[in-house]
């Protein structure tokens, strides 16, 4: 990319190049395994604007759809600073990037907001700077971008907004993510009750010890869940989707939970449980109209209880981050 | 099958019919899998010779290459005693059989030997009775095997014993065994230190209580491993195969159990570890030639330490018990 640099900073009053990209909200965990597993669905999710200009440095010039809650403050937001983590990386700090961020999902949802966010900034600036890196090799950017807005840099919701699909991230020490199947004509039904629940506290919830008897029945759904995938088994999948050791505490955070819980069942869900820490839940089901009526009903029920919420049909998103 | 009852009680000198089987030894737990994964090799195995006669009843006449180990008792031994169960569920108890077990492995290895034999019997009895039930409906008899031969009826061992390959238990109950593939090529070097590490002792030495993020990074190698199967990625399962949490206790009743592994991994192994509950010890390799210069350099080393050791080089059995 050097040949290019004397372009780029050359005086113009013009943007050298623009782009506007989409990336997805994610479901990480699903339900079984905890902060290995994730997948990407195609809505909600969030898009950013980014300019190439001649002035140095990243700006973030606008942000839409937060109200309010997300810092301007290009160190501070996830997009910008990873997208800063990037061009250091590749040794091309002296580059001029303006960034628009327009959410268009809610935060703290547990949808992977943050990551949506970030893997959109991540996927434009590797788009204009011309593809330098893979997307597997954009993850450990997007993890640096979730420990800005978590505290702490996991994979299992930027894995699989960057790369799309089904992903285990096995290891962290080093980073080895996997690509997972996505079975024919599967779809997530995700329904966020608006209630309060920061991830942070969502985990501190969380016992640091366990049964190693329960482990052993959690690791046997996890590897059940997988070959499921493998196996285009979605009665497997959901047989497995079950969770034994962080679902009971953080249910409780989920108004009516086992209610909704029972609605997704009857309403031909494979599988139900808790998106990444809450307090949004979602089905997996076979076909898109399962997914409508699971939706429709648990919004039915929450609406009854006085719990504004907002639902979503998606296929299994398989490609990741997209231009628009 | 009640037509031929007529038959079978009808007073005749000479046997109804008699098979010979084998069926193979098991490797549990496959590193991370502890207590759902399982995978069954082709050497060494065990032998049963079984005899339908007219008079009713269950008989183990003879047991060989046990050096009295095991009861000749019908209702202690795992193996009649489980074809008694088998007739039992098929309503049939009014047949005679006559039994024969030639042990062809090492007892108390960590190879499934008890599931070797049960297995045997199991699989000759239901060719006998005119396949009345299917490889994975037989596992349940087995597990009853398991738990008269070890006091708790686990399927690690029985289940790949039964239906060859690599199996995952997901569930117990209800019991769901998952049939998982073979990487192209795969081998295991297999090496059984003469010491003694009864099964029984080796589970009491695991801890109750795990570290959550101890079963994470468990779960996170298991859904590799089964990834790596699928995705005939030996590399993939070699670097998956890292136990947390049981093998640091139970390596410690192994002979220089780092030094077997370096030698593992210095001659090709990708992956090391403990067999069921040791003390023997397998690598998994891309071919055999690797799995044969494993186990010399591993014998080799165990011989100046003074200790006997047998060695067994396999493809994984991908059909389970065979007639002979």
Redesign the interface.
Known sequence: MSNNTNTLVEPKKVALKEIKVFAPATVANVV??????GFAVNAPGDEVVMRLVEEPGVRLLKITGDDGKLPLNSDKNTVSASVKHYLSHIKREEVGVEIELHKKMPIGSGLGSSSASTVAGLYAINQLMGNLLTAKELVPFAMKGEEIACGYGHADNVAPAIMGGFV????YEPL?V?S?PVPDGMFAAIVYPEVDVPTKDARQM????????D??????????L??GL??NDMD?VG??MKDV?VEPTRSILIPDFEVLRKLAMENGAVGFGISGSGPSVFALTKDEESAKKITKAQQMHLHQININSQAYVSEVNTEGPRTL
């Open positions: 079984c395994g905890f902060d290995v597993l285990l991230v096995r290891s080895d996997i997972l969380i016992r640091a010890k366990v049964a190693l008897k482990a052993v029945t959690q690791w046997g759904n996890v590897a059940g997988v070959s493998f196996l497997l047989r497995s050791l």
